[in-house]
Protein backbone atom coordinates (compact mmCIF):
# COMPACT_ATOMS: atom_id res chain seq x y z
CA UNK A 1 0.00 0.00 0.00
CA UNK A 2 1.66 3.65 -1.25
CA UNK A 3 2.82 5.59 1.72
CA UNK A 4 1.06 9.39 1.67
CA UNK A 5 4.34 11.72 2.20
CA UNK A 6 4.27 15.07 3.18
CA UNK A 7 7.69 16.95 2.36
CA UNK A 8 7.75 19.86 5.52
CA UNK A 9 10.71 22.18 3.65
CA UNK A 10 10.43 21.55 -0.08
CA UNK A 11 13.59 20.12 -0.36
CA UNK A 12 15.05 21.16 -3.91
CA UNK A 13 13.37 18.99 -6.33
CA UNK A 14 13.77 16.08 -3.85
CA UNK A 15 11.12 12.91 -3.52
CA UNK A 16 10.06 10.14 -0.81
CA UNK A 17 8.23 7.77 -2.21
CA UNK A 18 7.25 3.95 -1.24
CA UNK A 19 4.80 1.46 0.56
CA UNK A 20 4.23 -0.85 3.59
CA UNK A 21 2.81 -4.23 3.86
CA UNK A 22 1.98 -6.41 7.11
CA UNK A 23 2.64 -10.53 7.04
CA UNK A 24 1.50 -13.21 9.79
CA UNK A 25 4.16 -15.70 9.68
CA UNK A 26 3.58 -19.19 9.61
CA UNK A 27 3.80 -21.09 12.70
CA UNK A 28 5.68 -24.34 11.78
CA UNK A 29 3.31 -26.49 12.99
CA UNK A 30 1.48 -29.26 11.06
CA UNK A 31 -0.97 -27.96 9.38
CA UNK A 32 0.40 -24.42 8.73
CA UNK A 33 -2.25 -21.93 9.06
CA UNK A 34 -4.07 -19.90 5.68
CA UNK A 35 -1.54 -17.05 5.31
CA UNK A 36 -3.19 -14.41 3.30
CA UNK A 37 -0.37 -12.20 2.25
CA UNK A 38 0.40 -9.34 2.11
CA UNK A 39 -1.98 -7.76 4.83
CA UNK A 40 -4.14 -10.41 6.20
CA UNK A 41 -7.69 -9.28 8.00
CA UNK A 42 -6.86 -11.65 10.66
CA UNK A 43 -3.93 -12.52 12.31
CA UNK A 44 -3.89 -15.38 15.57
CA UNK A 45 -2.11 -13.88 18.73
CA UNK A 46 0.04 -16.64 19.34
CA UNK A 47 1.59 -16.56 16.04
CA UNK A 48 4.41 -13.53 15.13
CA UNK A 49 4.16 -11.28 11.97
CA UNK A 50 5.68 -8.36 10.51
CA UNK A 51 5.81 -4.93 9.10
CA UNK A 52 8.16 -4.16 6.12
CA UNK A 53 8.64 -0.64 4.93
CA UNK A 54 10.34 0.08 1.40
CA UNK A 55 10.94 3.45 -0.03
CA UNK A 56 12.65 5.60 -2.21
CA UNK A 57 14.51 9.41 -1.45
CA UNK A 58 15.59 11.06 -4.42
CA UNK A 59 16.75 14.31 -5.37
CA UNK A 60 19.49 16.73 -4.83
CA UNK A 61 18.81 16.73 -1.11
CA UNK A 62 19.36 13.31 -0.70
CA UNK A 63 22.47 13.48 -3.21
CA UNK A 64 24.43 16.24 -0.64
CA UNK A 65 22.72 15.67 2.64
CA UNK A 66 21.68 11.61 3.02
CA UNK A 67 23.47 11.04 5.95
CA UNK A 68 22.58 13.59 8.04
CA UNK A 69 18.93 11.94 8.10
CA UNK A 70 17.22 9.54 9.81
CA UNK A 71 14.19 7.43 9.34
CA UNK A 72 11.98 6.45 11.65
CA UNK A 73 9.72 3.99 11.34
CA UNK A 74 6.62 2.49 13.59
CA UNK A 75 3.45 1.51 14.03
CA UNK A 76 0.70 3.05 15.61
CA UNK A 77 -2.43 0.73 17.20
CA UNK A 78 -5.82 1.74 18.15
CA UNK A 79 -7.57 -0.67 19.68
CA UNK A 80 -11.65 -1.06 19.32
CA UNK A 81 -14.67 -2.26 21.42
CA UNK A 82 -14.80 -2.30 25.51
CA UNK A 83 -11.58 -2.47 25.96
CA UNK A 84 -9.67 -0.31 24.12
CA UNK A 85 -6.22 -0.19 24.88
CA UNK A 86 -3.26 0.58 22.28
CA UNK A 87 -0.36 -1.78 22.05
CA UNK A 88 2.82 -0.62 22.75
CA UNK A 89 5.04 -1.85 19.51
CA UNK A 90 9.24 -2.00 18.56
CA UNK A 91 9.94 0.75 15.61
CA UNK A 92 13.16 0.73 13.69
CA UNK A 93 15.50 3.26 12.89
CA UNK A 94 17.27 3.65 8.99
CA UNK A 95 20.16 5.59 8.67
CA UNK A 96 20.01 7.99 5.55
CA UNK A 97 23.17 7.87 2.46
CA UNK A 98 24.40 10.21 0.75
CA UNK A 99 22.66 9.23 -3.10
CA UNK A 100 21.34 10.86 -5.95
CA UNK A 101 18.48 8.18 -5.21
CA UNK A 102 18.51 4.87 -3.04
CA UNK A 103 15.90 2.56 -2.01
CA UNK A 104 15.58 2.07 1.85
CA UNK A 105 13.71 -0.78 3.39
CA UNK A 106 13.04 -2.10 6.82
CA UNK A 107 11.20 -4.53 8.86
CA UNK A 108 9.46 -4.37 12.36
CA UNK A 109 9.41 -7.93 13.90
CA UNK A 110 6.11 -8.39 15.99
CA UNK A 111 6.64 -11.67 18.93
CA UNK A 112 3.80 -13.78 19.65
CA UNK A 113 1.36 -12.00 22.37
CA UNK A 114 3.11 -8.67 21.68
CA UNK A 115 -0.95 -7.54 20.31
CA UNK A 116 -4.11 -8.98 22.98
CA UNK A 117 -7.01 -10.19 21.20
CA UNK A 118 -8.91 -7.88 19.38
CA UNK A 119 -9.71 -5.79 16.26
CA UNK A 120 -7.35 -2.94 15.77
CA UNK A 121 -6.80 0.10 13.21
CA UNK A 122 -3.38 -0.44 11.74
CA UNK A 123 -1.44 2.89 10.81
CA UNK A 124 2.39 2.55 9.27
CA UNK A 125 4.24 5.80 10.20
CA UNK A 126 7.66 7.20 8.53
CA UNK A 127 9.26 10.26 9.80
CA UNK A 128 12.40 11.48 8.48
CA UNK A 129 14.80 13.70 10.92
CA UNK A 130 18.10 15.25 10.79
CA UNK A 131 20.42 12.75 12.88
CA UNK A 132 21.03 15.62 15.73
CA UNK A 133 17.32 16.45 15.97
CA UNK A 134 13.97 15.44 16.67
CA UNK A 135 12.22 18.07 14.14
CA UNK A 136 10.66 16.00 11.32
CA UNK A 137 11.77 17.23 7.64
CA UNK A 138 9.04 14.69 5.73
CA UNK A 139 6.82 12.52 7.22
CA UNK A 140 4.43 10.15 5.85
CA UNK A 141 1.74 7.33 6.93
CA UNK A 142 -0.63 4.49 5.92
CA UNK A 143 -3.99 3.75 6.88
CA UNK A 144 -3.55 0.02 6.71
CA UNK A 145 -7.22 -0.88 7.78
CA UNK A 146 -8.88 -2.73 10.26
CA UNK A 147 -7.27 -6.46 11.88
CA UNK A 148 -8.75 -8.76 14.10
CA UNK A 149 -6.03 -10.74 16.86
CA UNK A 150 -7.52 -13.26 17.65
CA UNK A 151 -6.73 -16.80 19.52
CA UNK A 152 -7.05 -19.75 17.35
Known amino acids: ?3 T ?5 GFLSSSVS ?5 FELPT ?3 PD ?3 TSPNPASIQVDQKWQVKF ?9 KFFGAAVKWDCD ?3 EQFGPDDNPATLPSITIPGVNALSNTFSGTINLNPGDVPEGVYRLVA ?3 MRPNSSSTILATGFIDLGMVQFYKG
Not at 5 to 9: P, V
Request: hydrophobic content about 55%; glycine content about 8%.
Open 5 to 9: IENAI
Open 28 to 30: GVY
Open 33 to 35: PVI
Open 54 to 62: KFTASGIFF
Open 75 to 77: ILM
Open 1 to 3: MPL
Open 125 to 127: RLC
Open 18 to 22: GDVQY
